[in-house]
């Protein structure tokens, strides 16, 4: 019955699509009945039986971290205006809008992984994961994962939106399962409150949106799987099956390192994504024409640096924009009349290029060079392109992949979880 109240309250605000004030008003009555409904038949002292300190720490301290992330970020690419309004009217309306939401949501989500998760938790964790995130997810943009919308629309939607969108209910209805209804809205709620009630967000870009809101919750997750207990699996009735005993093979202290692991190769990856957006003020290029041979020819991997027009001079190669691509040459002669002018030369070009660079037109200047290294990024480019192309005939290969890769990914850590909890007892721990 709950789950069928979701899904009818999903199907009758993407229908209706209600405009004005009752675009507020609609949805926080309907969620409103649906967290009523949970409470009516779960009874009041549900939630309170089935908080997790523990859990709900974790769930808020992943949530604080990610806006501290944000933050972060927002200083090094900029922050823009929220297209929200803030005055005291508004802030009441939004106020009420996401507090019957959430309250809507986590308790419905709670009620069905309590109900289910016990006996079913990976079933129970994959169906729940997918309900909400279709409830999360426009229709439109739906139909964009389904290929009947322009293909890099349909990455950017799958990035910056739909990956984000799985990653982040996975997490909640896990917390649900540990923690209930607290833990899920200890996540939640300061995710929200920040994007509902900051007057200023950061301007991410695709990729930077796709790592945050897929890395953090991840994260998030193995951190709440390692630190639950045996003794409180056996709490909220998680039955444990015998036979996951022999496939036990690590120690605690390889289990410390696993985590160790797992938060090092993600601070690694979240360093390349910088290293190669240049969020450090350092990023690579690769020359793609053999123009400054032999300085440096097609494969190469060269270094650059974004520095200030007044500290690049005669000599030093660039990187810059001309005519929507990507060139590095060597600055020529600098030309100062009413605004300084660079003037670019291949080394292995005979004359000085036509066409001046103006500062506008420089992205930065290369301070080392390493050969041959870029051949691998020029393959693997290939390599995705001719994935792309292949996928791309049909969407629907790269929704059921995306789903499935996430299925075992959390299929995976519960299943090691549950093995290292009957290892546990099996050596009085």
Not at 32 to 45: D, M, R, T
Not at 103 to 120: D, F, I, N
Not at 220 to 235: D, H, I, K, S
Not at 379 to 398: H, N, Q
Request: proline share 5%; with cysteine.
């Amino acid at each position: 019955m709950i789950a069928a109240m979701v899904m009818a309250v999903h199907a009758l605000l993407s229908a209706a699509k209600p405009g004005g004030i009752y675009a507020y008003i609609t949805p926080s009555a309907c969620w409103a009945l649906v967290a009523l409904a949970v409470l009516c038949v779960s009874g009041l002292e549900s939630p309170r039986t089935w908080y997790n300190k523990t859990i709900t720490f974790i769930a808020a301290a992943a949530a604080v971290a990610q806006i501290f992330i944000l933050i972060d970020l927002g200083l090094l690419t900029g922050f823009g205006k929220s297209p929200l309004s803030f005055s005291p009217q508004s802030v009441a309306i939004n106020l009420v809008y996401v507090l019957t939401g959430l309250l809507g949501l986590e308790l419905s989500r709670a009620y069905l992984m309590k109900s289910y998760g016990k006996r079913r938790p990976l079933l129970t964790l994959g169906l729940v994961t997918l309900l909400y995130t279709l409830v999360n997810t426009s229709l439109s943009g739906l139909l964009s994962v389904f290929g009947l919308g322009d293909p890099l629309k349909t990455a950017d939607y799958l990035g910056s939106t739909f990956l984000p969108t799985v990653s982040e209910n996975l997490l909640a209805s896990y917390l649900a399962l540990l923690g209930g209804p607290i833990a899920s809205l200890a996540y939640k709620a300061p995710l929200k409150a920040f994007e509902w009630f900051f007057p200023v967000l950061p301007d991410l870009s695709w990729g930077l949106k796709a790592l945050l809101g897929v890395v953090p919750p991840m994260l998030g997750f193995v951190y709440v799987n390692q630190a639950v207990t045996p003794r409180e699996l056996r709490r909220i009735g998680m039955r444990i099956n015998q036979r996951d005993f022999a496939r036990l093979k690590r120690s605690e202290k390889a289990e410390r390192g696993s985590l160790i692991g797992w938060t090092a190769l993600s601070m690694i990856g979240i360093l390349m994504v910088w290293f190669s957006t240049g969020l450090l003020g350092v990023y690579p290029t690769i020359p793609l024409s053999g123009s400054m041979r032999p300085t440096m020819d097609v494969g190469d991997l060269a270094i650059l640096v974004k520095a200030p027009t007044d500290k690049i001079k005669v000599g030093d190669i660039i990187h810059f924009w001309r005519s929507d691509e990507m060139v590095l040459h060597r600055v020529h002669k600098i030309r100062i009349e009413d605004r300084k002018l660079f003037i670019t030369k291949g080394d292995a070009n005979r004359a000085p290029d036509t066409d001046t660079v103006s500062p506008e037109q420089i992205r930065g200047k290369v301070i080392a060079t390493l050969p041959m290294l870029g051949w691998a990024s020029i393959y693997l480019k290939e390599g995705f392109s001719k994935a792309w192309v292949l996928l791309s005939s049909d969407m629907r290969f790269i929704y059921g992949a995306l789903m499935a890769v996430a299925s075992a990914a959390s299929a995976y850590l519960i299943r090691n979880r549950r093995s290292r909890a009957i290892h546990r007892r099996s050596r009085g721990w």
